[in-house]
């Protein structure tokens, strides 16, 4: 079985910051791309970043030149730095990841999501 976790989310002033951390754990004989979603109340659920297993990052224009998305491969985690966070930022946040469990079986594993609040 294969486990994704994430955790660092909270309250935060507007122009603060906050670290997200999803973690991979299990059955994982690869993992390839990870990504980082948000869900705001009564919107629908978007892709924020994206990391290619190699490192390659990818952005929405909502949080390019704000949010910073990494990887540790050999933890199986990736990270969302935020920084100069504001009210429209506050959503779920959750994390998928592509999981290779063995050479012919591959899925996309998901988290359950951590809430991040801009508010003063």
């Known amino acids: 079985q294969v486990q994704v976790v994430e955790s660092g989310g909270g309250l935060v002033q507007p122009g603060g910051s906050l670290r997200l951390s999803c973690a991979a754990s299990g059955r994982i004989m690869r993992l390839s791309d990870m990504g980082w979603y948000r869900q705001a109340p009564g919107k629908q659920r978007e892709l924020i970043a994206s990391?290619?297993?190699?490192?390659?990052?990818n952005y929405a224009d909502s949080v390019k030149g704000r949010f910073t998305i990494s990887r540790d491969n050999a933890k199986n985690t990736v990270y969302l730095q935020m920084n100069s966070l504001k009210p429209d930022d506050t959503a779920v946040y959750s994390c998928n990841a592509e999981i290779w469990t063995s050479t012919i079986q591959y899925g996309i594993y998901w988290g359950q999501g951590t809430q991040v609040t801009v508010s003063s």
């Open positions: 990391i290619t297993s190699g490192g390659m990052p």
